[in-house]
T-cell receptor, first 110, second 114 residues
Framework: GQQVMQIPQYQHVQEGEDFTTYCNSS?????IQWYKQRPGGHPVFLIQ?????EVKKQKRLTFQFGEAKKNSSLHITATQTTDVGTYFC??????????FGKGTLLTVNP | DAGVTQSPTHLIKTRGQQVTLRCSPI?????VSWYQQVLGQGPQFIFQ???????GRGNFPDRFSARQFPNYSSELNVNALLLGDSALYLC?????????????FGDGTRLSIL
């Protein structure tokens, strides 16, 4: 997969605040997957986006894939302490290689 | 149903030694991928195997090798260990080897090189 850049690297919020992490690529992405890794845990698959402009929702989480398929975002509404962890965007390529971004570490103050 | 299982959970080796890590995929999953995750970084792709064939390889030296068995379990071997090989090694399985398949990760093997 192509290289992806994630921002911000860290985000600290008060419980109840919203959170957004962004994923950008200089080239067109064939697809994007999002994973969450809790501290001391392993990555857990959240969603995959394939179509240009795609928007998917999972309860308080909203995932978007840009129209040009060069960027993606994950937005969490009204964060909870259970949202703590590192969120990774992952690009998939034709050579079966998944490329993880560096992730955004979210901490939530109760 | 059991998830992806990896063994051992922790391992301590010295430089120059060799190590073998094992992974059993979720029942019914035919593809296994290996990743290396160093502290504070995202997982880096090492290999993907599907139906016992290597389908993809990341930017790792030839000291890293893997194989997949008829029951779809897999082993990752690392020879001539270096201090920089200290990391969490994650195994992930998926139904097929397709590029858009969700990956199901195991808890990993934490390898420390002294």
């Amino acid at each position: 997969g192509q290289q992806v850049m994630q921002i911000p690297q860290y985000q600290h919020v008060q419980e109840g605040e919203d959170f957004t992490t962004y994923c950008n690529s200089s080239t067109t992405l064939s697809n994007i997957q999002w994973y969450k890794q809790r501290p001391g845990g392993h990555p857990v698959f959240l969603i995959q986006l394939v179509k240009s402009g795609e928007v998917k929702k999972q309860k308080r989480l909203t995932f978007q894939f840009g129209e040009a398929k060069k960027n993606s975002s994950l937005h969490i509404t009204a964060t909870q302490t259970t949202d703590v962890g590192t969120y990774f965007c992952v690009s998939g390529g034709s050579n079966y290689k998944l490329t993880f971004g560096k992730g955004t570490l979210l901490t939530v103050n109760p | 149903d059991a998830g992806v299982t990896q063994s051992p959970t922790h391992l301590i080796k010295t430089r120059g030694q060799q190590v073998t890590l094992r992974c059993s995929p979720i029942s019914g999953h035919k593809s296994v991928s290996w990743y290396q995750q160093v502290l504070g970084q995202g997982p880096q792709f090492i290999f993907q195997y599907y139906e016992k064939e290597e389908r993809g390889r990341g930017n790792f030296p030839d000291r890293f090798s893997a194989r997949q068995f008829p029951n779809y379990s897999s082993e990752l071997n690392v020879n001539a260990l270096l201090l920089g090989d200290s990391a969490l090694y994650l195994c992930a399985s998926s139904l097929t080897g397709g590029e858009v398949q969700p990956q199901h990760f195991g808890d990993g093997t934490r390898l420390s090189i002294l």
